[in-house]
C-alpha cells in the first residue's frame, strides 16, 4: 500500500542536529513532493518546507531558512530532512507528508511522525 | 504570512449531534482551503481538499463549504469516532499555514 516510513525517534542536545529519513513505497516517488511538518508537545501543525523529488528542488519556511535541509535519494525513494543548531523549543514531532497534486496543495499520506526531544 | 483561526477552540458534543467547526483566513485563500483529523498518537489524516471536496476514506456526514475568508466544516450527525482534533490549513499563498486547531470532545 501507499505509505511514508519514518526513522525512529531520538534525543538529541542543543546544538546538535537532527536527521529524519522518510522512505515512500507503493507509489512512484518522484512523481509527488514531498512535505515536512511538525508539531511541539499539545501544539498545532507548523509547516517546514517541501522537496521535489524529480529534481531535488526546495522551498524551506522563512522561519527555518538557513537551518533547515532537505534532500532525497531517488534510488531508493527516499526523502531527508536535517535541521540544525536544534533548541529546546525544536522538541517535536516531526512529519513528513506527500503533496497529492502539486507543490503546494493537501497532504494526502503522512508518515507515522518522528518524536524528537531536544535537552541537555 | 495568511493566518488561520479556528472557532471554537473546543467544541463539546454527544454523539448523534451537528457539528460546526469554524475556520477564518485572515486574508482572501479562495478556494484553497483544507480540512484534517488527527486522533491522539497519529498523523492528520486529509479530509476535505479545495474547502469541499471529501477525501477518500471519509463518509457523507462530513462537509466542507466556504470561500475566501470564511470556511466551514460540518458534521452531520456525531459518530463516536469523529472525536478529534480538526485543524485547517491554506495553501494559497507561502507559507503554507494552519490553524490552531479545533477539538471536539465527547460531552
Known amino acids: 500500500q501507499v505509505q511514508l516510513v519514518q526513522s525512529g525517534a531520538g534525543v538529541k542536545k542543543p546544538g546538535a542536529s537532527l536527521n529524519v529519513s522518510c522512505r515512500a513505497s507503493g507509489y512512484t516517488f518522484i512523481a509527488y513532493y514531498i512535505h515536512w511538518v511538525r508539531q511541539a508537545p499539545g501544539q498545532g501543525l507548523e509547516w517546514m518546507g517541501w522537496?521535489?523529488?524529480?529534481?531535488?528542488?526546495?522551498n524551506y519556511a522563512q522561519n527555518f531558512q538557513g537551518r533547515v535541509t532537505m534532500t532525497r535519494d531517488k534510488s531508493i525513494s527516499t526523502a531527508y530532512m536535517e535541521l540544525t543548531r536544534l533548541r529546546s523549543d525544536d522538541t517535536a514531532v516531526y512529519y513528513c507528508?506527500?503533496?497529492?497534486?502539486?507543490?503546494?496543495?493537501?497532504?494526502?499520506?503522512w508518515g507515522q511522525g518522528t518524536m524528537v526531544t531536544v535537552s541537555s | 504570512e495568511i493566518v488561520l483561526t479556528q472557532s471554537p477552540a473546543t467544541l463539546s458534543l454527544s454523539p448523534g449531534e451537528r457539528a460546526t467547526l469554524s475556520c477564518r483566513a485572515s486574508?482572501?485563500?479562495?478556494?484553497?482551503l483544507v480540512w484534517y483529523q488527527q486522533k491522539p498518537g497519529q498523523a492528520p489524516r486529509l479530509l476535505i481538499y479545495d474547502a469541499s471536496n471529501r477525501a477518500t476514506g471519509f463518509p457523507a456526514r462530513f462537509s466542507g463549504s466556504g470561500s475566501g475568508t470564511d470556511f466551514t466544516l460540518t458534521i452531520s450527525s456525531l459518530e463516536p469516532e469523529d472525536f478529534a482534533v480538526y485543524y485547517c490549513q491554506q495553501r494559497s499563498d507561502w507559507p503554507i499555514t494552519f490553524g490552531q486547531g479545533t477539538r471536539l470532545e465527547i460531552k
Open positions: 522537496i521535489n523529488p524529480n529534481t531535488g528542488g526546495t
Open positions: 507528508a506527500r503533496d497529492f497534486r502539486g507543490s503546494a496543495d493537501a497532504f494526502d499520506i
Open positions: 486574508q482572501s485563500v479562495r478556494t484553497s
